[in-house]
Nanobody, 123 residues
Framework: QVQLEESGGGSVQAGGSLKLSCAVS????????MGWYRQAPGKEPEGVAA???????TYAYSVKGRFTISKDSAKNTLYLQMNNLKAEDTAMYYC?????????????????RGKGTLVTISS
């Protein structure tokens, strides 16, 4: 089993920054691939960024150049640095983990998912 707990969400103005954290515990094999996805009200989940077992990083086109995913293995923590935030970034953000990386940045298909942290951007 893998447990994931997100933190760092909040409300900021457009152009601002936030850094999300995801504390990971449990089976390290089952959490060797990790990522972030988000879901806005009334919309489908959207993969945001992911790191696979080899450290290969993938970003959604909508966040490329603005968001940075990173992992601190010593602290068992996944991060998402979000800069130049836009109103359309408003969503619940979730951390997810699995032993394999889903295709097409479908991070929401990973076996283990946190409860999420809310990000609200005002324009």
């Amino acid at each position: 089993q893998v447990q994931l707990e997100e933190s760092g969400g909040g409300s900021v103005q457009a152009g601002g920054s936030l850094k999300l954290s995801c504390a990971v515990s449990g089976d390290s094999y089952r959490s060797r691939c990790m990522g972030w996805y988000r879901q806005a009200p009334g919309k489908e989940p959207e993969g945001v960024a992911a790191i696979d077992i080899d450290g290969l990083i993938t970003y959604a086109y909508s966040v490329k150049g603005r968001f940075t995913i990173s992992k601190d293995s010593a602290k068992n923590t996944l991060y998402l640095q979000m800069n130049n935030l836009k109103a359309e970034d408003t969503a619940m953000y979730y951390c997810a983990a699995d032993y394999a990386m889903p295709s097409g940045l479908r991070v929401h298909h990973m076996d283990y998912r946190g409860k999420g942290t809310l990000v609200t951007i005002s324009s």
